[in-house]
């Protein structure tokens, strides 16, 4: 799951990404149902629920998927040897199980591929210790172990990079601040409290999903002292980067942004990118490379994430006029061949005569990142829309309209499998010819076929209501299908967006796309894009809850007479 961060000293070349350009952006709805609902409000028979229930949580196969995933594939980097690993196991898994329609789908072309081939990381003078350390999505190899001086990039203005010049040339360098890590007395892990729940169900409007904020003023206007340090500080760390390849640094190091004990968060590489006259035009994100386009190679230098108190560590010697020098070897390796992303989908096809053209999707992103095997982020939400379709399957339930599990790549990077599976199937919104005119929706041919999109993307925790979206006409229905489940703690229902997951990419243009609540268990604090995203932090019984309600939500879908009602596209 994409997720709002700002990080710091070169670690901030994260939002220079198409992770952070598109982590809550939509094309714009209205927070109101443009249609009533049916007077009737369908639920299936309660025996329908009971036999979902029984077979969800007495006979669940969930974690088996989820070990599948995580221990025997791993980490799923889009376009990598693992990802392509994970779209074919998934899809003949399927289609093992009788699902119609199995198969990958090409999107893109997305980039090159990467996969690490070996690591190694440890302090050699004035003692050796080892450090916990990872390499960093993309990041090109060492030549061969590098065993140099580290230094520690200390820049706060354009005047401090004259001090460091002709300094960094064959060194190992640490581009981060030192970051405090206190005392955790609360826990690491949470569900979310009654009063937390009630103040959701409680909201009366949807705040308007919007467009990242760019930080250039409209004509006319000036930007505010905060927008101008900000400004400030983020062409300080662009012009660090170009520093860092122009001066010859050997490796460039930054601290972990959250996390303790051992636990560290790592992303994508930063590249050198064009620095404009404007500073505004750096966060347009036109004409700026990603690391997996091959151009980008030349523009970056070997980049690894280090856990916080290894990174303290080292900073702290340093200011102590101590020179401490490291060996480090990443061997790292581009993968070519094939520069389109795959998603997967599989069909349970519609039996009735008139609406099994129609159709009701379930899904979540299949990629994830690479310094652990993404559990919580996100085989968890693969495999729960997996085995929502196994519970149905095996119920002998025959739906009405046509259910199609679709488990995305590219996520990470922006949302783009979703994106452009929506694109080609669905429609998308094309902005106005001229700068203010409103966005133009242009349908594709299954537009009116979608009747909802079901997606689950917040970790491991289990489900306890539905994001509306803004879309109140669904709220009859959502209300009749939790009420099987309170005693499981699923109730809540609010009015309001979530961004982040790929479910935006259908609420974008219009079309019913839903994020389930979640607990948090510990997804911000400890496992989210982190070295500690892995089977043994997912909770089983929080899967068989969630499976099951997401099997009663799209087979209920897939029965009614009428599609889901959708939000009027402004």
Not at 346 to 351: F, H, L, M, N
Not at 373 to 378: C, L, M, V
Not at 427 to 435: F, I, L, N, T
Request: hydrophobic fraction near 40%.
């Amino acid at each position: 799951m994409l997720r709002r961060k700002f990080l710091g000293v070169l670690a901030i070349y994260a939002f220079l990404l198409p992770t952070a350009a598109l982590r809550a952006q939509t094309a714009g709805v209205a927070e109101t149902a443009a249609v009533q609902p049916a007077k009737r409000v369908y639920s299936a028979p309660k025996e329908v629920i009971d036999k979902i229930r029984d077979e969800g949580m007495n006979r669940s196969q969930v974690m088996q998927h989820l070990s599948y995933l995580t221990d025997v594939i791993g980490g799923r980097l889009t376009n990598s040897p693992n990802m392509k690993r994970a779209n074919e196991w998934t899809r003949d898994t399927m289609a093992k199980w009788g699902m119609h329609n199995a198969k990958l789908e090409a999107w893109g072309p997305f980039g090159r591929g990467w996969s690490l081939k070996s690591f190694s990381a440890e302090v050699v003078e004035p003692n050796v210790f080892p450090v916990i350390a990872y390499p960093k999505a993309w990041t090109p190899s060492t030549k061969g172990a590098v065993t140099a001086e580290i230094v520690y990039l200390d820049l706060k203005t354009d005047e401090d990079f004259a001090k460091y010049k002709g300094q960094l040339r064959g060194k190992i360098v640490l581009t981060s601040p030192i970051r405090q890590v206190k005392a955790v007395f609360e826990g690491l892990g949470s569900r979310r409290s009654d009063t937390e729940l009630a103040k959701m169900a409680a909201e009366t409007e949807a705040a308007p999903q919007q467009r990242r904020a760019q930080p250039q003023a409209a004509a006319g206007q000036q930007i505010t002292p905060q927008q101008a340090e900000r400004l400030r500080q983020f062409m300080v760390q662009a012009k660090a980067m170009n520093f860092l390849v122009e001066e010859g640094a050997a490796v460039m190091i930054d601290n972990s942004r959250n996390g303790s004990g051992g636990t560290l968060f790592v992303q994508s590489a930063g590249v050198a990118q064009e620095v404009p006259a404007n500073p505004a035009q750096m966060f347009g994100g036109r004409n700026r490379l990603s690391p997996y386009q091959k151009e980008a190679e030349a523009k970056m230098i070997p980049q690894a994430t280090m856990a916080t108190e290894d990174y303290n560590r080292l900073v702290r010697m340093i200011q102590q006029g101590v020179k401490p020098k490291m060996t480090i070897d990443i061997q790292a390796q581009y993968h070519d061949e094939d520069l389109m992303g795959y998603n997967t989908v599989a069909e349970i096809p519609g039996t009735d005569p008139t609406l099994k053209s129609e159709i009701v999707m379930l899904g979540g992103h299949l990629d994830s990142w690479h310094g652990s095997t993404g559990a919580t982020d996100n085989a968890a939400g693969c495999a729960v829309a997996m085995e929502a379709a196994r519970i149905l399957i095996a119920s002998g339930l025959k739906p009405r309209r046509t259910i199609r599990v679709a488990l995305w790549s590219g996520e990470e990077q922006g949302l783009h499998g979703s994106r452009e599976y929506v694109k080609q199937q669905f429609g998308e919104m094309k902005p106005g010819a001229e700068q203010g005119q409103p966005a133009e929706l242009v349908k594709a041919a299954n537009y009116e076929k979608l009747s909802a999109y079901y997606n689950l993307d917040n970790g491991t925790g289990k489900i306890r209501g539905v994001y509306m979206q803004g879309n109140a006409g669904v709220r009859p229905y959502f209300e009749s299908w939790l009420a099987p489940f309170a005693d499981t703690g699923a109730t809540t229902l609010t009015i309001a967006n979530t961004s982040g997951t790929d479910h935006l990419s259908f609420d974008r243009i219009g079309l019913p796309g839903f994020q389930f609540i979640q607990d948090e268990i510990e997804y911000d604090t400890r496992t989210h894009h982190s070295n500690q995203d892995n089977y043994d932090r997912i909770q089983a019984d929080d899967m068989k809850q969630a499976a099951t309600i997401m099997a009663a939500f799209v087979y209920q879908t897939a029965m009614m007479d009428e599609k889901m009602p959708r939000k009027q596209a402004r």
